[in-house]
Each structure stands twice: as C-alpha cells, then as structure tokens.
C-alpha cells in the first residue's frame, strides 16, 4: 500500500516522469482486472466445490447489512423531505458512506480469510450472496437518493449480474476445469505457497496508487475530505466487529469479519460515479485504505499467534 501510494506521488509530482506517467497508467488500469481475475482463479483452484453452501452466519451478516443500509437510506431521505438540502455536503458524506455498505463483498476476501485460516468454501459462497442483495437493492435505493439517476432495476440488476459473471464466475468455471481434469497444471498451481496472497498484494498495490490519485484530483474541499475519510474509517471498523460478533457465535470469526467488513470498492467507486455524485466516490477510495489496514494488522496477528504456538 505504502509502495502504491509513493509510486503514484512520485510519477504525478515529478515533471521529468510526466511522460512515464502517461505511458503507465493505461497499462495498470488493463493489468488490474487480469491481476483479480488470477487471484480468483488461484484461490478457487483450492476451493472443495462440493462444501460450497449457505451457512446460518451468512443470513446473519446479511440482515445486518441491510440494516445498516436501511439506517443510512433514512438519514439521507429524511432530511430531503424539506428540500432544504439537495446537494449539500451532508447529502455527499451520506452518499460516500452508503457506497461503503451496499458495495457487495470483496471478491478477494476469500484469499485474505484463507490466509487466516478461516474457510474458503463459506466465503466464495457469501460473495454469490452478498452480489446478489446488492443487485437488488442497488436500482432500488439509487433513484430514490438521486432523482434524475438514470437507472432501471432490470438494467441495473443485468450490468452487475455481468459484472459478477466476468469477475467470479468464469475464473471459478476455469478453476473447476484445471481442478478436475488437468491434474498435472493444478498440482503445480496449488504447489506455489501463498500465489494468491501475492497476487492480491501486487493488485493492492495498484489500487491504492489510483485511490490517492482519485483523492489528490477530486474537486471536494479539505474538510469534507477528512469527514468521508474518518467517517469511513468508523464504518470499516463497526462492519469488521459486528461480522466478527456474529460470527463468534457460529464459530466463523475470521469468516464473518471478512465477509461484512471488507468490500469490493473498486465496483463501488464505479457505481458512485455513474449513479450518485461523483464526490462520493472518495468514500470507497478512503475504505480501500481502511480496510487493507484492518487486513495487515488481522494476518500480522495471525501469524504472531502461530509463531507463539
């Protein structure tokens, strides 16, 4: 994280890098699907498809999720009941913070629960269920925070069905394949200790490099930019605790954690900046900070408590 950020300050300050500049970032906004795409098809090739079922937290970590969502949709609706603030700076960090919730699960939370030691069948199973309430909830809520958003509930349940299909289920239809019946390829994939870790480090390193450039060239004022940021940072921990709450009691901590605290905020940065106001794209690019914070410190304890034992 620290390497993307210093990375993107170096080539973006540095006028004898303009050009560099220029020449790379085409180039890393190609390589980052192809990068999620690998870490996917790698963590998947370990998957036993077989366990992949629902489970009691799921429904759990779900019905907490829409309560947050329904929280949020009334602090944004109820004070436009007067149209005093239609597009305040209130409305904005409304709109950043919700991004922050109704985002799907984290295709990647698979590979950071696996590093825990938490099961990698229930989490791929969560992202199916999580994606699919956002696919539902997301042509609801929009229109009614956005009045002029250009979105139906089909079109926009087909455009993230599209997006599921292209991120997880064609790199787990490709890891079903080489699992069952290239044996030899899978063997020598499943051989490389933590590829998928290492993978999502390198994409991680991309992400953050274009989060500080989306937060460096955003047209909000310095003070709404530290509101979002700290806000954000509130929402990322209370997701975290409540998940790892609720899974405590189904002895699925590390699972839980994950599933409703760490966020797929690149599809939410996307969706802000279409459906919302731009602004409030800032607060999902905050989150990718927050929340890959909470997931170093996570491994770092994990591993301390297994060197200790």
């Known amino acids: 994280m620290g390497t993307g950020c210093l990375l993107y300050l170096l080539f973006a300050f540095t006028p004898q890098l303009e050009t560099a500049a220029y020449f790379f970032d085409p180039i890393f906004n190609t390589i980052l699907p192809m990068f999620m795409f690998l870490v996917l098809f790698v963590t998947f090739c370990k998957v036993d498809f077989h366990k992949m079922r629902p489970v009691a937290w799921h429904f759990w970590v779900s019905l907490f999720q829409l309560l947050f969502i329904g929280l949020l949709m009334a602090a944004i609706l109820l004070p436009q009941q007067s149209d005093a603030l239609p597009r305040t700076s209130y409305l904005i960090l409304m709109e950043a913070l919700l991004m922050c919730i109704i985002c799907p699960c984290a295709t990647a939370a698979a590979v950071v629960t696996q590093k825990l030691g938490g099961s990698l069948e229930q989490m791929t199973t969560f992202t199916f269920i999580s994606n699919f309430i956002t696919a539902l909830l997301v042509p609801v809520c929009f229109p009614l925070i956005e009045k002029g958003a250009d979105i139906t509930f089909g079109a926009a349940f087909i455009k993230i069905l599209h997006e599921v299909f292209i991120v997880l289920i064609v790199p787990m239809l490709l890891a079903y394949i080489v699992k069952h019946y290239m044996h030899r390829l899978h063997r020598k994939i499943i051989s490389i200790k933590d590829l998928s870790y290492y993978l999502w480090g390198c994409s991680l390193m991309i992400v953050t490099g274009t989060t500080v450039k989306n937060i460096v060239h955003s047209n909000a004022t310095i003070a709404l930019l530290v509101a979002i940021a700290i806000l954000g940072l509130v929402i990322c921990i209370v997701q975290f605790a409540v998940g790892r709450f609720i899974g405590h009691y189904f002895n699925h901590t590390q699972e839980a954690g994950q599933a409703l605290g760490q966020k797929n905020t690149a599809f939410a ?31 770092w304890q994990h591993r301390r408590t297994n060197e200790n034992k």
Request: contains cysteine; hydrophobic residues 45%.
């Open 269 to 299: 940065i996307w969706m802000a900046y279409t459906y919302l106001n731009p602004l409030s794209s800032v607060g999902p690019g905050c989150y990718i900070l927050w929340q890959n914070i909470v997931n170093s410190v996570e491994i």
